[in-house]
């Protein structure tokens, strides 16, 4: 009996496991349309974890001002990617959470758009978020400074 109730826990345990492990298998399509200098090179980048070394998933060179690229990655919910643009301001980051995201990005003032993905749209809205609560900071520390 106690053989039996170990094997049905094993198999319950190990079922739990093959459930709760990630989807490497499918993949996102990242539809990108950005603004950016003639002859960039655009970089998409999985940025890494602790002690990961940046890993450049593809590259691309831009055309005349405004590009349009198809990239490819492994749909996996808990990896950041980046992609930056070569001396260009901002970096514009994203999650395959879903099977096709659209980013429209400008590397001349660092803004971008993501539609497609919950999790990449909360990534950036927070990022927004820590810059004006940065911008907020600053200011106080120039009044603090001044008096």
Avoid: W
């Amino acid at each position: 009996m106690k053989l039996r109730q170990t094997v049905f826990f094993s198999l319950s345990l190990l079922s739990f496991f093959q459930c709760s492990k990630p989807d490497t298998g499918k993949l996102t399509n990242v539809d990108l349309d950005i603004f950016a200098s003639p002859g960039s090179a655009i970089y998409l980048i999985r940025v890494p974890y602790i002690d990961e070394r940046n890993q450049i998933i593809d590259s691309v060179v831009a055309g005349q001002g405004r590009g349009h690229f198809v990239f490819e990655v492994l749909r996996e919910e808990d990896r950041i990617y980046e992609i930056r643009v070569k001396n260009a301001l901002g970096k514009f980051y994203f999650i395959a959470d879903s099977p096709k995201i659209s980013i429209v990005a400008n590397s001349f003032n660092g803004h971008s758009v993501v539609t497609g993905s919950p999790a990449s749209i909360s990534l950036n809205k927070f990022h927004h978020n820590q810059e004006i609560t940065v911008r907020h900071i600053r200011s106080i520390q120039q009044k603090a400074d001044s008096l």
